[in-house]
């Protein structure tokens, strides 16, 4: 059990470090290409801190198949978006509510309701698709439902880059390169690169970590892996988002969750729909309806006045306290 926990504490800490590392790169050549503000927080940013979630059920199914790997995998690719949507969304939302009545800020987040509504339209549409359309017998067109979704991301990520944003403020130094303010280019890509390689690593071990835990403690290695993978990978990173709200980056906070929704509703997904049984129910299921209903009232909120945004975000930690106390239920 001890070994095990340390492959597990191993793979955690080799994975967050290359998201830091891939992030910043990413920021980097963003930076570079005169990209926007939303455009960087909703794909670029957004698809570097998701990036771990993406490698954890491709390392699980691929490598880890003989054994729970397959609901290692599906358990964290159905997290992430239940993790966003239910837990970092919330966290913005109430860091908002806190910082309004302390003095810090207006209640109002300052985003571009257009980018945001966007998002989360994109996502419930995607979202819904996998949870209730994808037909779980046939396999040419569980095919065509991926490259469906996968065209989707295309469209979004096009839709993002047109659409008009405030320009990129200027982003920290380039670890790999920190005394220069303008690195070569081909540093930039090679940190990526470095990166890349740490988080296929670190993945490997996490997984293994996770099988051998779920099974030690007693917990069914899906609903393991949906609570406890996206939350050690991916909410670190989006501490900067409560972190850009305090500050007043808006735009970026909320760009940086909604994004990552987007592409984890589609790219993980259709790995997931191709590759595994992806015949959800139980507490499976459960977890994609709260993460459309939270998104859903966030949304509707959005519509109403910009003071009403944090209230929506915020609504969705109901639906997370609420899963905790089914999944406890479950395995009492």
Partial sequence: MIVDLLLFLIG?????AAGELFTNGIEAIGH??????NFTGSVLAAVGTALPETILPIIAVIFFSHNAGVDIG?????????????LAFPLIGITAILAFFLKKRDL???????????DLVFFLFAYSIALFIVPFENH??????????????????????RGESEDMEETEHLYFSPN??????????????????MMIGGAHLFVEGIEKISLALGFSPLLFSLLVAPVATELPEKINSVLWTLR????????????????QSTIPVSFGIVFTHWNLEGLAFISGIFAILASFFALVLSFVNKKFIPLGLALGIVFYI???ILVLKEVS
Avoid: C
């Fill in 12 to 16: 955690l800490v080799l994975i967050l």
């Fill in 32 to 37: 570079r290409l005169s990209f926007s503000q």
């Fill in 74 to 86: 599906v358990g964290a690719i159905l997290g992430a978006p239940f993790m966003l949507s239910t």
């Fill in 108 to 118: 109002a987040l300052n985003i571009e309701t257009v980018g945001f509504r966007r």
């Fill in 140 to 161: 040419l067109l569980r095919i065509f439902t991926a490259l469906f979704l996968l065209s989707l991301y295309g469209l979004y990520v096009y839709l993002t880059l």
């Fill in 180 to 197: 220069n303010p303008h690195p070569a280019i081909w540093i930039v890509w090679f940190q990526v690169i470095v990166a890349l390689v």
């Fill in 248 to 263: 007043g980056k808006d735009t970026l906070a909320i760009g940086n969750v909604s994004g990552a929704m987007v592409f």
């Fill in 322 to 324: 609420t899963y905790i």
